[in-house]
């Protein structure tokens, strides 16, 4: 006889069982025989005996009881998204529903509104919208006006903007890259008109340039490269500059990099306004840095301006390239730094002024 059978066949042995397990006296249990025969007269309804107390049959009870509603219970969670959603299409707004499949439209091959009115009017609510399918749409809206109806969209901008940080903070991928697109798209039509309300647009593109899912990362350093392009760098470098010292390495070296890429932009009228004692002085601070990107920015910048400092000291009424040794790079960067430093922004240069120097020959 085996144990399950063992345990049906004598009632009062499962109840003594019973009573051991949990402690409870057999004397203050007031049950008739009658009542302990009920025990196995009455199983409880669905309650199999051959496989009752077997391992995994609660398990195998519930398995077999969703594979029985399977198809129903497939409709009520199934996604009310069936097709894949195309970020930016050449249509009334360029948007179908969907899940998984995400199309990036390049800036180039955006369409014009076929009702710049209609999208207009609820451009902003469908930004702060909780549906993100109506976000993206509205994004590309942003991008599209920026193109097309570049005067019309400027009426608003200082509304747009903040609604595009609250989309680059989104944990939806698709929400987060449409709005960098939108981010570089307003950079090249506004330029230097959005520096009022720059900065958190900035720290957003610089968080999500550092992250590591690729896709988002590759579209904010393309963003970037649009924002050291068409913005003015004099009012730029302000904007970067609490940045080379950000407690993330991630966003101090995209800061650095973007840094480098602004200066030469100044030409030599603007560096001289900025000050080029100033800038000497950030790319020696970044040669320290603990990431590489970092100070390959920084070794970029002080080659830079390397060369327009020696640009600067070279007289104008003279073929040769001879300098005066109170002007010299070494006398400049030894006055202007700490000894340290300075010497680590002349072994980062000395490539360059050694070719110099043969050039003199």
Known sequence: MSVVEDVYASPKCFLDTFVIDTGIHIDKLKMSGKALGDLNVHPAAGFDKSTALGKGSLTK???ENINDNGPELQKKSSSPFSAPINIGDAGSNGLETGNTEVEYIESENLADLPDVDASFNTLLARLDSKDWVSVCEALNNVRQLSIYYRERLLEIIGAVIPLIVKSLRSPRSAVCKTAIMASADIFKAYNDMVIDSFDPLLVQLLLKSSQDKRFVCEAAEAALIAMTTWISPMLLLPKLLPHLTNRNPRIRAKASMCFS????????????????????????????????????????LAMQLQTIYVNSQVSPNEDSLELVDADSWEAFCHAKLTPLSAQAILRVTSTPKEALREQQI
């Open 61 to 63: 009870s519930y398995i």
């Open 261 to 300: 890429r602004s200066v030469p932009r100044l030409g030599m009228e603007g560096i001289r306004a900025y000050g080029i004692d100033k800038l000497i002085q950030i790319a020696a601070s970044q040669l320290s840095d603990q990431l590489p990107e970092s100070r390959e920015a920084a070794r970029t």
